[in-house]
């Protein structure tokens, strides 16, 4: 997020609660001139958390936290979306290197005890990440608010 939006945020805040005088002391605890420098996009001033809360108490509307909370969850959906792609890959992977060695080992026409053992061992591989996949899936189901 950037400084634009933090204080197209902030604007919207103090118009919503009827201005910059209607917020003053002792509603926040801010005075009117800190109040303006979150409203000005030419000052690097950003409204601190307990003056957000305030705000939204009084108006009774979650302008800005709601913003952020929104912001937070796509965040978290391209986080999980991503995290179940990953997770594809490594069950690809496990797959293809379980068939490769399945393949190898059977080129002779024997299945040595070394050989079930690494078959065993890659078939766990296999299992692990698919249930990291599963994880991911359900990861997913979350970041979107849906029961799982």
């Known amino acids: ?15 919503a609660c009827g201005g910059v ?22 000052k690097p001033a950003f409204m601190p958390a307990d003056v957000i809360e305030a ?6 509307n979650p302008v800005y936290s709601g913003f952020l909370f929104e912001m937070a969850k796509e965040s978290s959906r391209a986080d999980a979306i991503a995290c179940v792609g990953a997770s594809a890959d490594q069950v690809h992977i496990s797959a ?4 490769e060695a399945a393949k190898d080992a059977l ?33 997913d189901q979350l970041a979107e608010g849906e029961p799982t």
């Open 1 to 15: 997020m950037n400084a634009r939006q933090h204080t197209l945020l902030a604007r919207l805040l103090i118009d």
């Open 21 to 42: 005088d209607a917020c003053c002391k002792p509603i926040t605890r801010v005075e009117r001139s800190a109040l303006y420098a979150y409203r000005d996009y030419e």
């Open 55 to 60: 705000l939204e108490k009084k108006c009774g």
């Open 96 to 99: 293809f290197r379980l068939w």
């Open 107 to 139: 080129a002779d026409g024997d299945l040595s005890e070394i050989e079930k053992r690494e078959l065993a061992s890659g078939l766990q591989k296999l299992e692990d990440a698919a249930r990291t996949f599963r994880t991911s899936l359900d990861a």
